[in-house]
């Protein structure tokens, strides 16, 4: 099949698919987003998900990143190691059908102390930067149920971190004592800054975690704060471990922007210039810039 001719864009996730038909030089086309992610694919089931996908986009040539090409999804597609470039993890693209369906690989760093992956961010990685929304130098914070925190040097992903901040944040709006102060939606503000702050600057997280009740049960704190402040104290942390390696100039934060705009928020309050980038422009242009290798 011609590549070159439109193809279909896959970020394929743990509990949710996203699916985006280009067509010939790259002009977007339709798209769908379902809560069909992999973990809601049965076992034998993902050639039937994918000629899903077609029957409703089209009959193109599909690629697709992110979880699909893990242990648990459909075919695994091996980690490529950092130090990684946007030609070597092309070069490691996995067939699911030969010429027909693609799978991207994700990126793993692994030294001494530590191990970590990733799959689906470095797409948008490399999107943004072929489509020049970032530098080739410099901190990438990328939010999300497991934020990553990557550095680039001369367009290659050299290192990143792995924070569980938003997985955490999703146990204690579901299953911890704080649950019944977590349901609004958190937004930036004096309770969100102070939060930051608290959690950059201090290594109380699990304790001040618990205050935060304590705080509203005993009127030192209005209720309708705790969501911000608890987000905020969160993220401090995070921030905490992200900005350990020095970093110079703006710090680019990608992924969707009710994400990016927290993050962004959190960085500014600390001090630093932040630029948001989106996630699904981004991608887009990682999936045209695979594609144009594939053809």
Known sequence: MDWSEGFIAVDWGTTNRRAYAIGAGGAPGDELEDDKGILAVPAGGFPAAVAEIRGRLGDRPLLMGGM????????????????????ELAAHIVWAEEGRTAIVPGLSFLNDRRADVMRGEEVQMFGALAA????????????????????????????????????????????????????APAAP????EAGVLHGLSDEDLTAELFSVRARVLLGRAA????????????????????????????????????????YAAALRAAGWAAREVDGETAFLAGAKALAETLS
């Open 189 to 192: 503000g004096a309770a969100f």
């Open 132 to 183: 020049g929304l970032m530098p080739g130098d410099g901190l990438v914070c990328h939010p999300g149920t497991h934020n990553k925190w990557v550095t680039m040097e001369g367009g290659r992903v050299t290192r990143f971190r792995t924070v569980m901040t938003g997985e955490l944040f999703s146990l204690l709006k579901e299953r911890s004592i704080l649950s019944d102060l977590l349901q």
């Open 68 to 87: 699909v090409g893990s242990n648990r999804g459909w075919i695994e597609a091996p980690y490529v190691p950092c130090p990684a470039s946007a030609g």
């Open 223 to 262: 209720r309708e704060d705790a969501v911000a402040y608890t987000s905020g104290l969160l993220i401090g942390a995070d921030l905490r471990t992200g900005l350990r390696r020095s970093a110079e100039g703006e710090i680019v934060v990608m992924g969707r922007p009710e994400l990016t705009a927290l």
